[in-house]
């Protein structure tokens, strides 16, 4: 059902494109249609592509909805296609088959793995190729599987029913937005120009619009859910919609989160986010206009450390395109190649086009108390729970960023003389271009952390099930810093929860907490779904708001949890929210603390938890059972949790790494 444009909208449209739109919720929600779905995926990163692979390949009908034109998030609308992996798995090839797959595509497209020859990662390439490759690969799943996919592009999640006393999502409307007859293209304009007329029910002089209501397929059987709705999404948006309990920010320290930064938990400070660009190698010099905000973050800008102070590095530490191979080069260490005309850059850079809020008049991702408090809880009153302010200034801190490395001659970290213009550099730009729009920006920003949601209760988990810091770090917790910054009793839980067998002797006093030795392997848990392996990395908010005001620093101790990290595990009680029976959550916002957050982020880990999510899905919907019954009784063995774990396996969907067992700490040598 169209609704009409009035005359004095057409007339102001031609002003309307060129500034942000400022618009508010409207309460009629008419469907224009509705679909009926086995599992609706909201969000179309890798995630949410990972659980419609395996809906599909077991034959159900998927519904994929994503607010960009292009599947697969952090390799093509968020820009960042350059896979981050670690040595030992990546040599190991101990991936999910969806992951071992679009990898075997990658290298097929290109006739290479790494045709950007960069040195950041074994795999760096266009953002649109990603897109393909993903959309080829769930089509082939749908012929295989004899599922069905339905993808709905530029659509958002506006409202979700509830039935069953609340524990059940019955339905959810969304909206598809598509260029008005006679206006730009979609891409043409920035994501926080188009984000609050995308939540916008009423047609606009950008977009028409088409509600959709998205419905079960199945009839209701006893008490078991007849649908599932996975949130895939970038920022745990269904569980801010849905108002279920999570966390967002930095966690209270306590003894299973012993380096987190505060002795209360802030909610204000999650990982920057980053809106990637490419920029190309040119022969010539290349003319280079000043963005009007430019000295706004100007004072922002730096190489970081000395040892990375080198253009050449930074430049061909995500290229993507690489047409022919420089002379060899190394610096601080680092070997790579010297950039050639041609070379395609992707940029994404800490103390460049990050951006970094952490205070409660610039965070990105509202809490509830800020949700609440603007009316996104109300009905028809969700706008997608961001700022759209702190969006448009991670887009002028990228831009700004481009203009730097190419003319820039300052550096807010190391000082005068170390940045020197580099103008052989073009900012790529167009809908054509490796990031899909007119802008050059990628189409929504690289989202390092979102809400996280808390586990239901369970054994040893009373306040929530949750996998935190101490479950996956090799950190040596015998560190000066522990002993005199944790109180005693503190301290001493700490040790015995990682001391196995000997924590009662911990407890009690009869063993002293710097004599248990230092754990070599993360927690195994018993509902293992999935795995992942990278270093915790972090991207800490700035301590004061706005992030790039002059002489700014980082949010203090908020790097002291990062580091190295064991081989380790998903478990499906953190993929199962509170409250709702038939929602499961994958990628990022699954229920883990802010340091572990920063480790179950990358590419294969989003892959191992959308396929853990969609494989979940089908098998409870084949044996007509809800995924909190698979876990309800752990410890004790759970017949039902072990068939699906056994399906997971046969199905090459690892949930532990080889010789996983609390009898093997033989962990060091996995880098």
């Known amino acids: 059902m169209k609704r009409p444009l009035s005359l004095l909208t057409l007339c102001c449209s031609l002003i309307s494109f060129l500034t942000p739109l400022s618009v508010v919720a409207a309460p009629s929600r008419n469907p224009d249609k509705t679909v009926k779905c086995d599992i609706l995926v909201v969000g179309g990163g890798l995630s949410g592509i990972a659980t419609a692979y395996e809906g599909l390949l077991a034959g159900k009908e998927v519904c994929l909805t994503e607010i960009t034109d292009w599947m697969g998030g952090q390799i093509s609308s968020q820009g960042t296609s350059a896979l981050d992996e670690r040595p030992t798995q990546r040599q190991k090839l101990f991936y999910s088959r969806g992951y071992l797959e679009l990898r075997k595509r990658i290298r097929q497209t290109y006739g290479e793995l ?82 609050e007329d995308a939540y916008t029910y009423e047609d606009s002089s950008r977009f028409s619009k088409s509600i959709i209501r998205f419905v079960p397929k199945q009839q209701q059987k006893d008490d078991a859910p007849n649908w599932y709705v996975i949130d895939a999404s970038e920022t745990g948006e269904i569980v801010g919609l849905a108002d279920v309990p999570y966390r967002l920010g930095i966690d209270q320290r306590s003894f299973t989160e012993p380096s987190s930064s505060s002795a209360t938990n802030d909610p204000y400070c999650t990982q920057g986010f980053t809106y990637t660009f490419a920029m190309e190698t040119t022969k010539d010099s290349q003319q280079h206009e000043e963005p009007s905000f430019y000295q706004q973050y100007a004072p922002y800008y730096s190489y970081e450390l000395k040892r990375l102070a080198s253009f050449p590095l930074v430049h061909t530490y995500r290229r993507i395109w690489s047409p022919k191979k420089g002379k060899p080069m190394k610096f601080g260490g680092i070997k790579f190649t010297a950039p050639t005309p041609g070379d395609i ?52 801190i990228s831009k700004g960023y481009f203009y730097w490395l190419a003319r820039g001659t300052t550096d807010s970290q190391l000082g005068d003389g170390v940045k020197k213009p580099h103008p052989n550099h073009r900012y790529l730009k167009g809908l054509n271009s490796p990031m899909g729009t007119a802008h050059g920006l990628s189409k929504y920003p690289y989202m390092r952390e979102g809400r996280r949601i808390i586990g239901r209760p369970s054994y040893a988990h009373p306040q929530g099930f949750t996998i935190e810091e101490i479950d996956i770090s090799r950190r040596d917790y015998n560190d000066e810093f522990y002993r005199n910054t944790l109180p005693a009793r503190m301290y001493r839980r700490l040790k015995a929860s990682l001391a196995g067998l000997e924590a009662t002797s911990i407890l009690t006093g009869q063993k002293r907490p710097e004599d248990v030795a230092r754990r070599t392997r993360s927690t195994v848990f018993p509902d293992a779904v999935g795995i992942g392996h990278y270093a915790i990395d972090f991207h800490p908010c700035m301590t004061k708001s706005p992030p ?124």
């Open 548 to 671: 790039e005001a002059p002489g700014n620093t980082e949010r203090e101790g908020e790097r002291r949890g990062a580091g190295q990290a064991y081989p380790f595990q998903i478990a499906l009680r953190a993929m199962i929210p509170q409250k709702i029976d038939n929602l499961l959550v994958a990628g990022k916002s699954i229920a883990t603390s802010h340091i572990a957050a920063a480790a179950y982020r990358v590419h294969s880990f989003e892959w191992s938890a959308g396929a853990a999510a969609g494989t979940t899905a089908a098998f409870a919907l084949k044996n007509n059972i809800a995924p909190y019954e698979l876990v309800d009784e752990l410890p004790r063995v759970e017949p039902q949790l072990i068939e699906l774990q056994r399906l997971l396996k046969q199905n090459n969907n690892p949930t532990a790494f080889p010789d996983t067992s609390i009898f093997n700490e033989n962990w060091n040598d996995w880098k």
């Open 114 to 195: 790494n045709p950007g020859d960069c040195w950041v990662s074994e795999s760096c390439f266009l953002p649109k190729d990603g897109h393909r490759v993903l959309a080829a690969m769930l089509k082939d799943a749908q012929r295989k599987g004899k599922g069905k996919l339905q993808w709905f592009p530029n659509t958002v999640i506006k409202e979700i029913e509830k039935d069953n006393g609340g524990k059940i999502i019955d339905s959810a409307y969304a909206i598809q937005h598509k260029p008005l007859v006679g206006a730009p293209p979609i891409n043409t304009f920035t994501l926080s120009q188009t984000i």
């Open 345 to 396: 850059s992707m940029q994404n850079w800490t103390w460049g086009n990050d951006y970094r809020p952490g205070t409660s008049e610039d965070n990105l991702i509202y809490t509830r108390g800020q949700l609440q408090s603007s009316g996104q809880l109300e009905p028809g009153g969700w706008m997608g729970g961001l700022r759209t302010d702190a969006l448009r200034k991670g887009e002028e």
